[in-house]
C-alpha cells in the first residue's frame, strides 16, 4: 500500500479510523460500510505482514510526533506535571514513570533499524486481538479473517517488561512549577489492588461515593460548605494511565484546586478524616446503590454505540486476556458490601504512603514550543511499486430502516418511540420547536435561561 492509502479509502466510503498508543498497549481502529470490511482486512493484514518503512517516511513521522508533543503536552497547562511529574512520584520503575511520547531526544535518536525491529517484535498476528463489531456473522468473519491473517507468519515476540511496584512508602511529595497555568492543581495517589479483585471494585465504587457527582460527601464538604476548593475529582483507577491492563500498577487519585489561601494539607485533612469516617461506618446502603446504578449506567453506556463496543471487547480480550470478564466483572462489581470498602479503605489507603503532586503558576519564561521545531531533511520517497492491491469494495449493503411507531394524545403531544431491546437502557429526548428566534425584538434572555430554569423544580398543584 501507498502510505496513507488504507485511511483515504477509508474516508471516500464515508468511515473513519484513528490509531493510538498507550504505555502498554497500541490501537487501530476503522469504522466503516460493511461493503468495506475485505479491502480494510486485507490492508491491516498487509500492514502486519509487510510493512515499508522509509527514510521519507520515518522522517515525516517524527515530525509529526515531535508536533503532537507541543500540542498535547508541553503547550497545554497542568499537562507536563501529569504526564511526567505525577507518575515519577507514583512509580519506582521507569516503565511506568515514563511519558508516552517520550522526549523530543527519543524521537529524534530514534533510527530506522530500531523501529524495524520494534515492529518485528511485537506487531505479529500471535501478539494481537482483532475485534470486529457491526453487520458481521460469525460464519464471515472465521472465513475472511483467515483468508486475509491466515497466512501472516508468527513471530518470536519479546518480552514483556516486569511492571509491578511495591506499595508507596511514606508520603512522596514535589512541586512542579508551570508556567501555562494561573490556578494550582494538586494530584494525590494511593496504590490500588489488582484490577478485578473484590478490593479493586470496592474502590472503584468509593471514588463515585465520595466524589463523584455535586451530591457526593467530599464534594459538597470541599466544595459547597468549606469552599476550600474550586473543583475536585476521584478516580480509580487513575485517568491519565492506561486503566485496562490487569498486570500493571494502578492508582486510587483524587485531584483538586485548592480555593484562595487554602492550603493543600488542610485540604488533604478533610479528605483523610471522611477516608476514616468511612472506614469505620461504612458507605450508607443508599450512598452504595446510587453508586453502583451510577457504575451499571456507566457500563452499559460503553455498549451503546459501534466503537464503544469494539474498545470494550478489544480491551478485554488483549489486556485483562479474558473477554468473558466482561459478563462477570459487572456482577463482581454489583455485589460489593459496605464491609468490602471499609476493609478495601483500611488495607490500601489509611495505611499505605501516598504520592502528593502539587502544580502551581510560576513567572518563569515556558521552553520553546515543540510544535514550532522541524526534524531536518526529508529525503525524497521512493517510487510505489506495489506487488498487490486491495480488494475492491462489494457494493453497498441495504440499509434496514428501524421500525418507527408514532402516536398523538388528545393534548397534541406528539410520541415517536424506536424499540431496541439489545440493551437494558432506554432514552427520553423532549424537543420543542423554538429557539432564539422566536423571543421578542432584541431580547433572548428569556430563552436562553428557560432550558436551565425548567431543571430547577416544580410547584405543588
Do not use: C
Not at 23 to 46: C, M, Q
Amino acid at each position: 500500500m501507498k502510505p496513507n492509502e488504507l485511511s483515504e479509502m477509508i474516508s471516500d466510503y464515508g468511515g473513519s479510523d484513528n490509531a493510538h498508543t498507550m504505555e502498554n498497549n497500541t490501537a487501530y481502529h476503522e469504522i466503516f460500510p460493511k461493503s468495506l470490511l475485505r479491502t480494510v482486512l486485507w490492508g491491516e493484514a498487509d500492514r502486519m505482514k509487510n510493512l515499508s518503512l522509509t527514510p521519507h517516511v520515518v522522517a515525516n513521522e517524527k515530525s509529526v510526533v515531535i508536533q503532537e508533543m507541543g500540542q498535547s503536552v508541553e503547550n497545554q497547562p497542568y499537562a507536563k506535571a501529569r504526564v511526567e511529574g505525577f507518575p515519577t512520584l507514583a512509580f519506582e520503575k521507569w516503565v511506568n514513570q515514563h511519558r508516552v511520547l517520550g522526549s523530543r531526544e527519543d524521537v529524534r535518536d530514534a533510527s530506522l533499524e530500531e523501529i524495524e525491529a520494534f515492529y518485528q517484535a511485537h506487531y505479529a498476528p500471535n501478539n494481537a486481538v482483532l475485534t470486529l463489531v457491526g453487520d458481521v456473522t460469525l460464519a464471515e468473519a472465521k472465513v475472511l479473517v483467515k483468508e486475509y491473517f491466515g497466512a501472516v507468519p508468527r513471530r518470536e515476540i519479546a518480552p514483556t517488561p516486569d511492571a509491578s511496584e511495591g506499595p508507596i512508602v511514606g508520603e512522596r511529595r514535589a512541586v512542579f512549577e508551570d508556567p501555562l497555568v494561573t490556578t494550582p492543581l494538586t494530584m494525590v495517589g494511593w496504590r490500588l489492588p489488582e484490577i478485578g479483585t473484590r478490593d479493586f471494585w470496592a474502590l472503584k465504587l468509593l471514588s463515585q461515593i465520595l466524589a463523584g457527582d455535586a451530591g457526593s460527601i467530599l464534594y459538597k464538604k470541599l466544595v459547597k460548605e468549606l469552599k476550600m476548593v474550586l473543583a475536585l475529582g476521584m478516580s480509580a483507577p487513575h485517568s491519565y494511565f492506561s486503566h485496562f491492563d490487569a498486570s500493571g500498577p494502578h492508582l486510587f487519585s483524587t485531584s483538586f484546586q485548592p480555593k484562595g489561601d487554602t492550603t493543600v494539607d488542610e485540604i488533604l485533612k478533610v479528605v483523610d478524616r471522611v477516608l476514616q469516617q468511612y472506614a469505620k461506618e461504612g458507605p450508607s446502603q443508599k450512598e452504595l446503590q446510587n453508586a453502583k446504578t451510577s457504575a451499571e449506567n456507566s457500563w452499559v453506556d460503553s455498549f451503546e454505540d459501534l466503537r464503544d463496543r469494539a474498545v470494550s471487547l478489544g480491551s478485554y480480550a488483549a489486556l485483562i486476556r479474558h473477554p468473558g470478564n466482561l459478563r462477570h466483572d459487572l456482577r463482581r462489581m454489583l455485589s460489593i458490601k459496605p464491609s468490602d470498602i471499609q476493609r478495601a479503605i483500611i488495607i490500601w489507603l489509611l495505611p499505605n504512603g501516598r504520592a502528593i503532586a502539587e502544580i502551581v503558576p510560576t513567572d518563569k519564561k515556558r521552553p520553546g514550543l515543540a510544535s514550532q521545531e522541524t526534524e531536518g531533511e526529508h529525503p525524497e520517497p521512493a517510487p510505489f511499486q506495489p506487488q498487490s492491491r486491495p480488494p475492491q469494495p462489494e457494493g453497498p449493503g441495504a440499509f434496514k430502516s428501524p421500525n418507527t411507531v408514532e402516536k398523538t394524545l388528545s393534548n397534541g403531544l406528539r410520541i415517536v418511540m424506536i424499540q431496541d431491546s439489545r440493551l437494558p437502557t432506554a432514552e427520553f429526548k423532549l424537543r420543542f420547536p423554538i429557539g432564539t428566534s422566536n423571543s421578542r425584538a432584541n431580547s433572548i434572555a428569556e430563552i436562553v435561561a428557560l432550558p436551565s430554569l425548567l431543571t430547577k423544580g416544580t410547584r405543588m398543584v
